[in-house]
T-cell receptor, first 114, second 109 residues
Framework: NAGVTQTPKFQVLKTGQSMTLQCAQD?????MSWYRQDPGMGLRLIHY???????DQGEVPNGYNVSRSTTEDFPLRLLSAAPSQTSVYFC?????????????FGSGTRLTVV | AQRVTQPEKLLSVFKGAPVELKCNYS??????LFWYVQYSRQRLQLLLR??SRESIKGFTADLNKGETSFHLKKPFAQEEDSAMYYC???????????FGTGTRLKVLA
C-alpha cells in the first residue's frame, strides 16, 4: 500500500514548455485533488475530481488541465509553463463518501519555471 | 465568504512552554475542521479532526462554534514539534477543503 505517489519530485521547465505531473493512489479513494503551495498563501486548490470521468475547477485553475480516466490516476497538465507556476504541487485523495476522514497527501513536486 | 484565517505566520516558543496556534473560520453552516502538519520538506499529514476529539502527539483542538475558532494547543512544546501547521475546513456535504495560510512553529531549545 503505497498511498499517494507523485512523480517527478523535482522539475525545471523553460517558459512555454508543457509537462504532466503524475499522481496515483492505491487506496480506492474517490476524491482526488491538486493543490499548489506558495509561501504566505497556504494551499490553493487547482482542480479536483469526485470520481472517474468527473473533474471540476478549484480556486486557481488557469493554465492547468486534468483528466480522470481511472480511479487511481489523476494527472495534472501544464499547458504552457509560466514563471508564475513555480511552486510546490501536492496531490491529495480522500476515501469514498463525504465523512470527515481527512486527506492523504503525496510527497509533492517542486516545479521551477525559468 | 468561506475562509480560514491563521493570523500568525510564525510562532516561536521555548521548549517546555505551552503552545497555541490560532485558527478562525468563516462558514455558513457547521463545517468539519482539521489540523494538518508539515515537517521540513515532507508531505502534509493529518494531525487532528475535530469530529474525533482525539489527542495526537499531545496536541488537542476544541471547536468553538460561538467564536468560530479551532485553536490547536499543546501544554509543553517539544523541539520535534517545529513544523508548518495548517488549519483546514471541509464544507458539509462536499469534498472540498479550504486551507488557511499556515503557521510556522519554531520550538527553541
Amino acid at each position: 500500500n503505497a498511498g499517494v505517489t507523485q512523480t517527478p519530485k523535482f522539475q525545471v521547465l523553460k517558459t512555454g514548455q508543457s509537462m504532466t505531473l503524475q499522481c496515483a493512489q492505491d487506496m480506492n479513494h474517490e476524491y482526488m485533488s491538486w493543490y499548489r503551495q506558495d509561501p504566505g498563501m497556504g494551499l490553493r486548490l487547482i482542480h479536483y475530481s469526485v470520481g472517474a470521468g468527473i473533474t471540476d475547477q478549484g480556486e486557481v485553475p488557469n493554465g492547468y488541465n486534468v483528466s480522470r480516466s481511472t480511479t487511481e490516476d489523476f494527472p495534472l497538465r501544464l499547458l504552457s509553463a509560466a514563471p508564475s507556476q513555480t511552486s510546490v504541487y501536492f496531490c491529495a485523495s480522500s476515501p469514498p463518501g463525504q465523512g470527515s476522514y481527512g486527506y492523504t497527501f503525496g510527497s509533492g513536486t517542486r516545479l521551477t519555471v525559468v | 465568504a468561506q475562509r480560514v484565517t491563521q493570523p500568525e505566520k510564525l510562532l516561536s516558543v521555548f521548549k517546555g512552554a505551552p503552545v497555541e496556534l490560532k485558527c478562525n473560520y468563516s462558514y455558513s453552516g457547521s463545517p468539519e475542521l482539521f489540523w494538518y502538519v508539515q515537517y521540513s520538506r515532507q508531505r502534509l499529514q493529518l494531525l487532528l479532526r475535530h469530529i474525533s476529539r482525539e489527542s495526537i502527539k499531545g496536541f488537542t483542538a476544541d471547536l468553538n462554534k460561538g467564536e468560530t475558532s479551532f485553536h490547536l494547543k499543546k501544554p509543553f512544546a517539544q523541539e520535534e514539534d517545529s513544523a508548518m501547521y495548517y488549519c483546514a475546513l471541509q464544507g458539509v456535504g462536499t469534498y472540498k477543503y479550504i486551507f488557511g495560510t499556515g503557521t510556522r512553529l519554531k520550538v527553541l531549545a
